[in-house]
């Protein structure tokens, strides 16, 4: 039972500490206090601040354990000092920080494959030469970065048309895979985002489970370490299963 290889459990918070390496103290107050909108789709109520920091947390707990957090709010889109997209801390970045600092991990690469460009984990680690991030999304879209152009040493965004699929992502990975390879992490993290869905209503990329459950497998391969991170994924019937196939993928199932 897949169940059985991936147990469940529950993850204290992040700390503010932890926060802290990522994101300015003004953002830190800011979702802390706020009891409204940040923007067009970043609501904060009373319970915000909480949640984001038990998202937090379970990155961190999945890198000490090499799993998969299931959490939200997501945090990709949020930069140092921003809050956007759903996104209030970016959790991700956290976790990586957080295993350069607690683990003596040197070299962290995260490799994005949202539908969406995650412009809050460039934001904060693009001029970071320890961590490298590979960023797959839909491009002209949301949230209007990571375009052909923005590229850097430890930077790779890859564009892709709508309507993309399956094999259109098996080529992209080969880019993904020779910046991972060379680039030679002890850790990945792999912000999944499930968006990129064929039936996921905020995009158009045509991608399917098997695609999901593939790149799992490849990401599995990439570091002696890896864990991953929920981002998007809107379609609320189809999500339960995405995340099944993904996790069969970074096992070995299947």
Known sequence: MLHDRFPFVECEPATEADVLRCHTADLVE??????????????????????ALLAAGAAIEAVRRSGFALARPPGHHAERHRAMGFCMFDSIAIAARWAQAELEIERVAIVDWDVHHGNGTQDVVADDESILFVSLHQWPFYPGTGGPYEQGPTL????????TGDAGYFTAWKTVERAVVAFEPELLLVSAGFDAHVDDPLASMEVTAD???????RSAGLAPRVAAVLEGGYNLETLPDLVEAALEGFGGAG
């Open 30 to 51: 800011q979702v802390r206090a706020t009891r409204g909108w940040l923007d067009a789709d970043t609501l904060c109520t009373e319970t915000t601040y909480e949640a």
């Open 211 to 217: 695609c999901f459950r593939e790149l799992a497998r």
């Open 156 to 163: 790779v965004n890859i564009p892709l048309e709508a309507g």
